[in-house]
């Protein structure tokens, strides 16, 4: 019996918190007039219906984190060479029908080897030999060469004789005259070595030198010397 009474009291608790709550959830639903019906039977059916059953909130009101990916920095790539192909001709419309009524097996070009140009070093440059000064002439070959040069001025400067003894007699011979001369050149004295065995010819020879310019001394020649005697032969001859 006293499981009955429990069971009545455990009724009638149930009962008063049954209407008190209908009580309170009328309140709300006179005072908060302007919530939607919807919500209202949400909250009753939390209440009564699914009492354990969580409020979940909407996946669209979460904030949405995404995670930060690290990108790695982009690989540097070689540029690859662009390979070309050289295009050939195409074949003539009768050369192709040949091609394909006689076919011929294609024979491989030859490829010769390239020879690798080898840059040959150039030759040394010759060493200039350091010249060397010619040798000083002896005061012998100075003074021959001066003594050759007064014999061609005279030689140059004689003249046949033209008096009426020299066309009736027409003399021919050899004289030897000699002269001194001065070291700047100046004739100094002059006279017949020998003779030619005429008057006439032995004056014309003494003429040639006193008309004759000379020279002055080449340097080197008769050292010690201010004056020096010069013998010369000129030879005479009749003009036909």
Do not use: C
């Not at 009474?5 to 149930?14: C, D, E, I, P, T």
């Not at 949400?42 to 009101?61: D, G, K, Y």
């Not at 003594?147 to 066309?167: C, D, F, H, I, W």
């Amino acid at each position: 019996m006293w499981i009955d009474r429990l069971n009545a009291q455990r009724h009638n608790v149930s009962t008063s918190i049954s209407l008190a709550l209908i009580g309170f959830i009328w309140f709300l639903s006179q005072t908060l007039a302007s919530t939607p019906r919807s919500a209202l039977q949400e909250a009753i059916e939390l209440i009564f219906v699914e009492p354990e059953r969580s409020v979940t909130v909407p996946a669209q009101a979460r904030p949405v984190v995404q995670p930060q990916l690290k990108t790695a920095p982009p690989e540097k790539t070689t540029p690859q060479p662009t390979v070309t192909s050289e295009l050939k001709p195409l074949a003539t419309a009768t050369n192709t029908a040949a091609a394909t009524s006689n076919p011929e097996p294609v024979k491989p070009e030859s490829t010769k080897p390239t020879q690798a140009i080898v840059a040959t070093p150039a030759p040394p440059a010759p060493i200039a030999e350091p010249v060397k000064p010619a040798p000083a002439p002896s005061s012998a070959s100075i003074e021959s060469g001066y003594v050759a040069t007064l014999r061609a001025q005279l030689n140059a400067n004689k003249r046949y004789p033209t008096g009426r003894e020299a066309s009736l007699q027409r003399p021919s011979g050899k004289a030897v005259v000699w002269f001194v001369l001065n070291r700047n050149g100046a004739l100094n004295d002059a006279g017949i070595e020998d003779s030619s065995n005429s008057i006439i010819l032995d004056n014309a020879a003494l003429s040639a030198v006193r008309r004759t310019p000379y020279a002055a001394w080449p340097e080197g020649s008769w050292p010690g010397q201010s004056q020096h005697r010069f013998t010369v032969t000129l030879d005479f001859a009749p003009v036909n």
